[in-house]
Structure formats: C-alpha cells, structure tokens
C-alpha cells in the first residue's frame, strides 16, 4: 500500500477488510475518480487504434485513406478527442490535489502527530506536521526506534515485538502486541505525549504497515492529577475529623522527629532515629499528608543509601532533609488550622461531650458544695471556648457572601485578647451575628472596580476586635469590635429614610452619629429593593435584640469612604 492510502487510511478506526466509518462518501468520490481515469484511457485506446489503422491500410494493401474529408474527420476526432481527454484529466487532477490538500489540513488540525512505518521500523514519507512538535523530530525515512526515543536496553524487546507484530497467524492479537511497545514518548518539556497503535491490513490477516497517533495529553493528566489531590484533600480532611486525637498524637511525633534530628549523631547510632523516620511515613501516609509523607520516604532512601560513607554527610542530608518536612507540615497545618481550630495542639486529645453535661456537672458540683474556685476552674478552663473560635462560621459566611456577590474580602484580621466565654450563653448573640456579615458585604464592602477607583485595596478588610473591659462596681464587660473599611453609611440617605417612615421623627434634630443608629430601627432599611442579603429591615434590630438580652448594648460608628465599626458590650460572666 503507498503512502497516500496509508495517510487517507489513518482518520479513524482501521480494521481488517474495512473501511473506517464514516468514509462511504470519501470512497464514492476516490470510484468516480477512477471511473474518469478508466475512461480516459479507454478514449486514448480508441484514438491510437484509428490512427494505427489509418497508418497501416496501404501495409495490407488496402487502399489509404486519401479524401480530404475523411482525413478532416479523422484529425478533428482525433484533436477533439485528446482535447477533451486532457480536460477530463486536468478535472480530475484538480478534484484530487484538492482532496489531499483538505486531508492534510484535517489531518495537521487534529493536533496530532500521525506517521507509519513497515515491518522494517521504517517511517515513511507521510506525516502530519504535529509530529514535528509532539515528536520533536521530522519522522520522514527514520527508524521508529530512533523517533520513540526507545533507549539502546530496550531496543531488542521491541525489534522482537515487531518482528511478532507482522508475523502472519500468531497467536496474539494486534492490541496484545503493541500494549508491549512504548506507550509515552519521552519528550523533553514534561509534556505527557500518549502513543496509540493502529493496524493497517493489506489483506485479511496481513498486516501491511503499522498507524502511529501521538496525542498531547498534558491538560487531561493535569486535571487527572488535580481531582486526585482534591480527592485526598478531601479524604484527609474526613479522616483527621474521624480521627482527631490519633491526628494531634501523629503531629507531635513528626515534631518529637524534627526536635531530635536537629541534635547530631553518628551511623551507627542513628537507628532510633530511622526507626522514628519509618513508622512516621506510615503514620502520616493514613492521614494523606502525601506531601510529607513523599519527603519522608525520600529523605529515609537517601539516608539509608550506601553512597553516605561519613557522619557529615548522613548530618547534612539529615538536616536538610528535616528542613523540608517541616516545611511541608507546615504547608499541611496551614490549610488545615481553621477547620480544626487555631489552638489545636495547645488543646491537645479531645473527647466529645455533649454541651448540656458539662453545664449540669457545674450544677451538680455547685449543689454539692464544691468551692467557688474549683466550679470556676472547670467553668474557665474546660466548658469555655476562647471567643475567636465563635467566629469560624462567621468567617467562612464571610467568604460565601462575597463569593457570590462577586465582591472580594481577605481573612479576618483579629486584634486583642481571646478571652475564654461560655457559648451556651452567647447562641444567640453569636447566631444574630450573621446579619452584620450580610451588612458587611451588602452595604460595606464596594466592588473591587470601586474601591480601586478610590485607591483601595480591591479586597476589603474585616477585622474583629474582643477583650474585656473593667466598668463600674468592679463589673466585667465582653467587648466585640467588627470593623470593615468599606464605603461607611451615609447619614443623608438614612435621613432620606426616615422622611418616608417616619416624617414626624425625632431625627430631624440628631447628629449624623446620632442618626445613623436608626438603623438598629424594626424595619428600616437603606435599600429599596430586598434581595437575599438584606432589604427587609429586620436584621440589625434582631442583633440589639440579642444584646439588650445579655443586659448589653450595641453602638454603630462610620466614616464616609473609610468605614463602618459595630461596638458590642455585654456583662462578662463566666459562671453558670
């Protein structure tokens, strides 16, 4: 078979006998050029045979042809005929380069490198211009071996294969074979350039030539290797909530390993510490830390290498590599810290226990007469959570909001203490909180095409402020600051407000600070229109609601252009 059936042959499956489908249009039209070709020969037989005839009359002794008409007639039959062969000819000649131009266009925009190669591994002259880049070499005339990059140990497995590949009647098939030849090539930009094998059959059970595809498949492993990771993510993140005190038990044997590999030793008394090293790589494997866990195995290979020969050298590689996994825990501990708590490890194993037991074994000491210090001991120290871990879910709401307002917003930023409180006492004040988040990213924070127009930071920052305050009479107090730096509250549009719900009001006469705490009103909203953020005019009231419920108060401060601050106050009580 010659190249140009070998190239047409290569656009699809190719099966013994077959035709690939979708070609039945492709072979009527390559019948009907042939049809031409058969007839145009046909014609050119016929004119030859005349003119013979014409020429050999007088040879038999026949008389020659000697009128002037028939000799007209012959020669414009003859010119005519030429003629129109030579038309017919030229349309033909013209329909095929043009069909070998659009199959080379289709074939170089697949983007795939296509070439073939005979029994002798050598390619032949047709080859799609993507196996220039694919390939990284012109395949024209070489040796398949060379192309593929097939290193000198190998290249007797695979002239063995081959050699099986072509030979008639064998008993393993086409795709038993080629599964044995290389199925990637090597190329140099870490690239991951696939190689499939397709057969050519000159007849039945003949194999004639051997169809090369090479695909680019970077972006499909990329993205192979990318929900991989998201999938131990994902399994990580399960396996250290199902398993959190194992998890902190693992955390602090990988620090044990970094305290004790920082001191020197020698080789010979180095096998605690490589037994510390091998049973870490398990532990941190089951927990999917694979990123700590690679650089353990790696550091452990190098370490047990022959190629250490002095305790320099083992010290060297073993403080570089104690470098590098404290790197990656660190990496790991980072992306994980706010799901498992900022203070996990001061907190170290944890059991669950249900909220309302521990309140009522603080009834159940105080009815027994245990002493004041001793309740408010296992009250500070064991049932209170510090403040900032009340703030998680109002965070992440943070972070959903702009998301889907399209706005941008960093971390929180947290400023002073992190006092210890009582949670059952704040559920509802803290759960109220959510229509200050919604205010934020609703009224606050601008656009980012905004705040850049007012030489802002395109994202915008919240930040919360706790710590506790000494008042009168020697009362505590729990001070919450949340703060944005958003486009504040404009006091005119508030009085605009108010002109239309309550006209006779005593807003007339306040200070703009004065009148912008109307915003805590039933009912009152800047916004016109409700969306899913705010609108009804109910949120801000729900939260002074809640404060004044604690005995506290709510206070809102703001500056146009600069931003808003909510100031909450509530008697600190740390008893039951």
């Known amino acids: 078979m010659d190249d140009a059936s070998t190239l047409a042959l290569t656009n699809g499956d190719i099966s013994a006998g077959r035709a690939p489908a979708g070609t039945s249009s492709a072979l009527t039209e390559a019948q009907r050029h042939v049809d031409v070709l058969h007839t145009s020969l046909a014609g050119m037989t016929a004119i030859v045979v005349v003119l013979l ?3 050999a009359l007088p040879v038999f002794g026949l008389m020659a ?3 002037l008409l028939s000799f007209v007639i012959i020669t414009v039959a003859t010119i005519g005929g030429i003629g129109y062969l030579y038309y017919l000819n030229f349309a033909v000649h013209k329909l095929v380069s043009d069909h070998a131009n659009l199959t080379e266009v289709l074939v170089n925009s697949l983007g795939q490198g296509f070439l073939s190669f005979g029994i002798d591994g050598k390619c032949d002259s047709v080859y799609s211009q993507a196996c220039l880049d694919l390939l990284a070499t012109v395949p024209s005339g070489k040796d398949i071996m060379d192309v593929l990059r097939v290193p000198e140990e190998g290249r007797g497995d695979f002239k063995d294969w081959l050699d099986v590949l072509f030979m008639p009647n064998h008993a393993l098939g086409f795709q038993d074979v080629v599964n044995f030849l290389p199925q990637f090539f090597p190329h140099g930009d870490s690239r991951r350039i696939t190689l499939v094998y ?6 039945p059970e003949i194999l004639s030539r051997v169809v090369l595809i090479a695909t680019d498949q970077t972006e499909e492993y990329a ?13 990580m993140i399960c396996r250290i909530f199902r398993e959190r005190n194992q998890f902190l038990a693992t955390i602090t044997h990988v620090r044990q390993f970094l305290e004790q590999s920082s001191l020197p030793v020698t080789r010979e008394t180095s096998s605690d510490l490589l037994r510390m090293l091998h049973t870490l790589k398990a532990a941190v494997k089951h927990f999917h830390l694979n990123d700590v866990g690679d650089t353990v195995h790696a550091l452990e290979g190098i370490l047990r290498s022959e190629t250490i020969t002095t305790d320099e050298q083992f010290n060297a590689e073993l403080a570089s590599g104690r470098r590098r996994i404290e790197k990656d825990l660190n990496d790991v501990l980072e992306q994980i810290k706010e799901l498992i708590g900022q203070d996990y490890e001061r907190r170290g194993n944890m059991h669950e226990i249900e909220e309302s037991a521990l309140y009522n074994f603080a009834v159940v000491m105080n009815a027994a007469g245990t002493s004041h210090e001793v309740i408010d001991h296992y009250l500070r120290f064991i049932v209170a959570l510090p403040i ?7 965070d992440r709401e943070l972070a959903d909001l702009a998301e889907i307002t399209g706005k941008q917003v960093k971390p929180i930023r947290y400023t002073g203490s992190n006092p210890p409180v009582l949670t059952r006492r704040l559920h509802g004040l803290m759960f109220s909180l959510t229509h200050i988040c919604r205010n934020i990213i609703d009224h606050g924070i601008e656009p980012a095409v905004t705040r850049l127009g007012r030489s802002k930071d395109p994202a915008g920052q919240v930040s919360i402020h706790c710590d506790l305050e000494m008042g009168a009479e ?16 404009d006091p005119t549009r508030v009085r605009a407000k108010l002109a239309t719900t309550a006209p006779e009001g005593k807003w007339h006469e306040q200070s703009d600070h004065a009148v912008i705490q109307n915003i805590f009103s039933w009912g009152f909203s800047t916004r016109d229109v409700v969306n899913e953020l705010s609108g009804h005019g109910v949120g801000m009231e729900a939260v002074e609601r809640e404060v004044k419920n604690l005995g506290g108060k709510i206070e809102v401060f703001s500056e146009m252009g600069k931003g808003t601050r909510f100031e909450i106050r509530v008697p600190y009580i740390l008893s039951i």
């Open 53 to 55: 005839v014409a020429v």
């Open 65 to 67: 042809v000697t009128s």
């Open 198 to 203: 397709r057969p050519i059959y000159s007849k």
């Open 223 to 235: 993205a192979q290797d990318l929900a991989e990771k998201r999938q131990d993510y994902a399994d």
């Open 388 to 394: 900032r871990d009340c703030f998680n879910q109002f």
């Open 474 to 489: 020697n009362q505590q107090w729990l001070h919450i600051g949340i703060e944005d730096d958003g486009g504040g509250i």
